[in-house]
C-alpha cells in the first residue's frame, strides 16, 4: 500500500538549514509527483513545494522560493526539502503527500505522510 514517511525535522536556529526527506513505498516516483505542504501553529495547510514526475519543481508561496529546494532520488524512492536561510515563520509540521498523478495536483492529494516537525527559534 501507499505509504510516505518523513524525517529530519528538528529545532534549528534562524538562518540555519535542515533537510527534510520523504522516504515512498507502494508507488514509484518515476509516475507520480509528491508535494511538501506545511502546518504552522494555530493555522491552515500551506503547499509549500511540489516535484512533478517529469522533475519539474514548483514553489507556491514566495516565501520560500530562493530558500528551499525541492529534489527527489528515484533510486531510492525518496523526495528531499533542503531549506536553507530558515526564519521563525517556518515553523510548522511538514508533511509530503501525493495524488498519485504524474502532474503537481495540491489541492487532490489523497496520501500523507505522518509529518515532521520543523521549529525555527533562537
Known amino acids: 500500500q501507499v505509504q510516505l514517511v518523513e524525517s529530519g525535522g528538528g529545532l534549528v536556529q534562524p538562518g540555519g538549514s535542515l533537510r527534510l526527506s520523504c522516504a515512498a513505498s507502494?508507488?514509484?516516483?518515476?509516475?507520480?509527483?509528491i508535494g511538501w505542504v506545511r502546518q504552522a501553529p494555530g493555522k491552515g495547510r500551506e503547499g509549500v513545494s511540489c516535484?512533478?514526475?517529469?522533475?519539474?519543481?514548483?514553489y507556491y508561496p514566495d516565501s520560500v522560493k530562493g530558500r528551499f529546494t525541492i529534489s527527489r532520488d528515484t533510486a531510492k524512492n525518496t523526495v528531499y526539502l533542503q531549506m536553507n536561510s530558515l526564519k521563525p515563520e517556518d515553523t510548522a509540521v511538514y508533511y509530503c503527500a501525493t495524488a498519485l498523478d504524474p502532474e503537481c495536483r495540491y489541492s487532490e492529494y489523497d496520501y500523507w505522510g505522518q509529518g515532521t516537525q520543523v521549529t525555527v527559534s533562537s
Open positions: 507502494g508507488f514509484s516516483l518515476d509516475y507520480y509527483a
Open positions: 516535484i512533478s514526475s517529469s522533475d519539474t519543481s514548483l
